[in-house]
């Protein structure tokens, strides 16, 4: 057996049941060594789009995931979803083929590459040692929320490995939590005693079952209000005392009520210039805790009264054990409960519906696509002046609901997020939200949507132009030539990938997604929305002040 097949095998053996790529020369006996050995392959038409599907199943699956690549041009093609996956801190592993020799026309410093972008690297070095070096790379991913980088050079892909050589591969154990210090938990007890109008944050760290379940029992123990950052979305669904996100999405209602709070609490959660709109949903007297099981992340981005490094539903279960008394009203009283459940929702807060003939408001298309489309379901957003209609408009059954892959905001990533997170969870409808110009740049992989006969539902917010752009530059009266461009069908872009298609300028037009709804869904559907382009969104400001 070869080093090649021995390293696949001992991935699948690992635990990484599904890796995403392309496959050319040096990575193909590396994948079919995984492959033979039970991993699931998923065939993309780009490396670029391969890794962001990777990069979304490994979040929604709460699993190492894989990526393979060529040597050189392939792995090049993947940096900007390796950028992301680096900047979330999601555990995958990058294989990538290996050209050592400088006169190689695949040969690149894939080493400096990978920690340019924030990725840790690995290198199998030989055949005595590569099923372990490959077995170590799954472990760091999964231990240290890492993005990973295993260079394999083709020379020592190529050498011979003993009989049996995967057979030592196992799977590594679950990452430990992180017990907090009982003087962190007696001294946040302390706050919280104080506190009269807490709201709790919930981030990426608190995107379990266990974390929500501990963060709401803690809330109603202080009468606190919940709120999540993008990334957790949907965590505190249906919770009465939900104002949904924090942030540059929040309703109006949402950030008034955290800008009045005397305590927040980020759990998981970097309370970053996105979560704290640049710091002004703090007020001036506002107590800040963060609660993080890595160090490093407390105040790194905003000064903490209180850092507690500890588990997130550890810590808080910590907390309630020590907490004496009986339950505090704090925030929760009935005037507050009854705004929340009239006005926390941005679909109820009422706006000027600025539909025509021609186009319809993104607003109320999303309103009705809301209304439409089945409750359970799993959705992937791209970037762009587009994206709040979508992340804020479309509800979402729980944690696993929006899949916001937004740290690197890059445009171009909402088609093969929606895949991964589809592939994650194949008991809910997909559905990928898309700029005109993120589903141009990723149309080839409407290919991978059908080929894996994913009954998904992508919508394009089409306004013909680069939307962010002109809303910040037109006003000030700057040329926008080289950010409009001429009308696209898109619908009949997708028609050629064989899917279903339907050109929404009206409400009325949406007959046709009801239709495909109630139906068969035995092809994917592709709704080309022409969305009025008036106005910039709401959080488009905040945006480009984050720049």
């Not at 789009?49 to 990526?67: F, H, I, K």
Request: hydrophobic letters at 45%; charged letters at 20%.
């Amino acid at each position: 057996m070869k080093v090649a097949e021995a390293v696949g095998r001992a991935l699948a053996a690992s635990g990484v049941d599904r890796v995403f790529g392309v496959v050319g020369s040096g990575n193909f006996h590396l994948t079919n060594g995984m492959v033979a050995a039970g991993s699931r392959f998923v065939a993309a038409r780009h490396e670029g789009g391969a890794a962001t599907m990777a990069d979304a199943y490994a979040r929604m699956s709460g699993t190492v995931a894989a990526l393979t690549v060529h040597q050189g041009p392939g792995l090049t093609n993947a940096l900007t979803g390796i950028t992301e996956a680096a900047k979330s801190r999601t555990p995958l592993v990058v294989l990538a083929a290996e050209a050592t020799e400088p006169r190689s026309n695949f040969y690149v410093d894939q080493e400096a590459l990978a920690h340019a972008v924030g990725a840790v690297t690995a290198r199998v070095t030989s055949a005595e040692h590569a099923v372990e070096q490959a077995c170590a790379a799954v472990r760091r991913a999964l231990h240290e929320r890492r993005t990973v980088l295993l260079n394999l050079p083709l020379e020592v892909q190529a050498l011979d490995v003993l009989d049996g050589a995967s057979d030592l591969a196992a799977p590594p154990g679950e990452r430990a939590a992180v017990e907090p210090a009982a003087a962190d938990t007696a001294a946040l007890v302390e706050v919280l005693e104080r506190a009269r109008r807490p709201v709790f944050v919930a981030g990426r760290g608190a995107r379990t079952a266990g974390g929500r379940d501990a963060l709401a029992e803690l809330a109603e123990r202080y009468g606190a209000l919940l709120a999540t950052s993008a990334v957790a979305r949907g965590l505190f669904h249906g919770n009465p005392w939900s104002l949904d996100v924090s942030g540059g999405f929040s309703s109006p209602l949402a950030a008034e009520l955290i800008q009045e709070a005397d305590l927040i609490v980020g759990w998981g959660c970097a309370l970053n210039m996105w979560t704290m709109r640049q710091g002004r949903l703090i007020g001036p007297d506002t107590t800040i805790v963060q609660v993080d099981d890595d160090t490093s992340a407390l105040g790194a981005h905003r000064e903490v009264r209180l850092g507690v490094t500890g588990d997130v539903e550890l810590t808080a279960r910590r907390v309630l054990l020590d907490a004496g008394g009986g339950q505090r009203q704090g925030y929760r009283t009935a005037d507050i409960a009854a705004a929340v459940a009239a006005r926390v929702r941005w679909r109820d807060v009422p706006y000027e519906d600025t539909s025509t003939r021609e186009r319809i408001d993104p607003r109320t298309l999303s309103i009705a696509l809301d209304d439409l489309l089945p409750a359970e379901r799993v959705i992937g957003v791209d970037s762009g002046n587009f994206m709040g209609y979508p992340s804020m408009y479309l509800s979402v059954p729980d944690h696993n609901g929006l899949c916001f892959t937004q740290a690197f905001q890059s445009i171009g990533l909402g088609l093969a997020t929606a895949i991964g997170a589809a592939l994650a969870h194949p008991d809910r409808l997909p559905v990928a939200a898309l700029g005109d110009g993120g589903a141009l740049m990723s149309a080839v992989e409407l290919d991978t949507v059908r080929r894996l006969g994913l009954p998904m539902v992508v919508v394009v917010y089409n306004d013909d132009a680069y939307g962010a752009e002109v809303h910040h530059f037109g006003p000030d009266g700057h040329p926008l030539d080289t950010v409009q461009f001429p009308p696209t069908d898109i619908a009949a872009v997708g028609r050629g990938y064989g899917f279903e298609t339907v050109t929404v300028r009206t409400s009325a037009d949406l007959k046709a997604v009801e239709d495909w709804v109630v139906g068969p869904r035995s092809a994917p559907l592709l709704i080309d929305a022409k969305v009025v382009s008036d106005r910039g969104a709401w959080w488009l400001e905040e945006a480009f002040r984050g720049h």
